[in-house]
């Protein structure tokens, strides 16, 4: 055969696939999402998600260890508080779930970097991301109280905000917010195109945040549309935020691609719990390779051009890497 060129050339070993790869991964570019729930001494396996639990604030330094030893040197908090009321008032308590778990690990793990994910929806009584005007979701008297939880953290010994609850106009209220606290230098990771996802449910089950009426759809994007995506992207680019995020990761890579060249921001994206329990539900019936699923489905993200990956399994990742499965 005439064949000048021949793609397989570079195929032919491992030492040559590994030299010519285009997707090059770290752990740094890891963040690990981790429930924690007000009582003592307790360690609770999530039903829709084997294998991830919430832990009382007392109980976080065994995983908090897990991470290190891992190599996951970034981890996301997320607040299951006791006591939930119509305005969310532990989300920005200063004794409230979170806030405690800040402290105590900035205290004994100073090597751990803390994020938290700033929402109302897990605080309040009706399991809507803000305050409720009638049946809807005031927009701007949110804000407020998403500053307000925003600036709690910090104090607390956050190292990065995460907000994740979609009103118009938060990244430019919690910078404005952090700034007139002497917080200038704290960075805001907006979810800022996040849609309206069933790939959700099992989150809302771990963390006890479905809506009690309604839907997110009047807030959460709707997953038809990618050029309103940019427009999110853009304006929380305006308003000040540090790194954009992409929500869900593995359906909406092509928003990953399309985020990531039109900024110069570092773009996140975040596997979340619904790709988590696909997995982890097909890998228990014996019908995929749970470790290669995972490991594509990691590498796809940063193909796609993420800077930062979102996942549950951040420390089997972490693993993969080391191995050289992924790398
Ligand atoms: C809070 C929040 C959610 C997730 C991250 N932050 C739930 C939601 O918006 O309903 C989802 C994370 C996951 O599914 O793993 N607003």
Redesign the pocket.
């Given at each position: 055969m005439d064949l000048t060129v021949r793609p397989r050339r570079l195929r032919s070993s491992e030492a040559l696939r590994k030299m010519v790869r285009e997707t090059r991964m770290d752990a740094a570019s890891l963040i690990y999402?981790m429930f924690v729930m007000d009582g003592e001494n307790k360690v609770e396996e999530i039903d829709s998600l084997p294998g991830q639990f919430r832990y009382t604030v007392d109980r976080m330094d065994e995983e908090i260890e897990r991470l290190l030893a891992a190599g996951v040197q970034n981890v996301m908090l997320?607040g299951i508080p006791e006591i939930k009321d119509e305005v969310g008032s532990q989300a920005y308590a200063e004794d409230g779930v979170v806030q405690r778990a800040l402290r105590r690990t900035a205290e004994k793990y100073p090597e751990m970097y803390l994020i938290t994910?700033v929402?109302m929806?897990?605080y309040t009584s009706h399991g809507h991301?803000g305050v409720l005007c009638g049946h809807d979701v005031d927009n701007d008297k949110t804000l407020d109280l998403l500053a307000k939880t925003a600036l709690s953290h910090v104090q607390a010994g956050a190292q990065m905000v995460a907000p994740?609850?979609m009103m118009d106009g938060r990244i430019a209220a919690i910078r404005e917010c952090l700034d007139a606290n002497g917080y200038t230098n704290i960075p805001i990771m907006s979810?800022a195109v996040?849609f309206a996802s069933a790939?959700?449910g099992?989150?809302?089950e771990a963390?006890g945040?479905a809506p009690s009426f309604g839907d997110?759809k009047s807030y959460?994007m709707d997953f038809h549309n990618r050029r309103e995506a940019l427009k999110e992207a853009m304006l929380d680019v305006e308003e000040g935020a540090d790194i954009i995020m992409v929500k869900p990761a593995m359906s909406y890579l092509d928003l990953v691609r399309e985020v990531h060249d039109m900024t110069d921001l570092p773009i996140a994206t975040?596997s979340?719990?619904?790709e988590y329990a696909m997995v982890k539900a097909a890998a228990a019936n014996g019908w995929i390779d749970e470790d290669r699923i995972v490991s594509e489905m990691a590498t796809a993200a940063f193909r796609a051009g993420a800077d930062i990956y979102i996942t549950y399994y951040a420390k089997e990742i972490a693993k993969y890497m080391k191995d050289g499965i992924i790398g």
């Open positions: 999402p997320f994910d929402c929806c897990e991301c994740s609850d979810y996040k790939f959700y099992p989150f809302r963390a945040s997110r959460q975040y979340v719990s619904g």
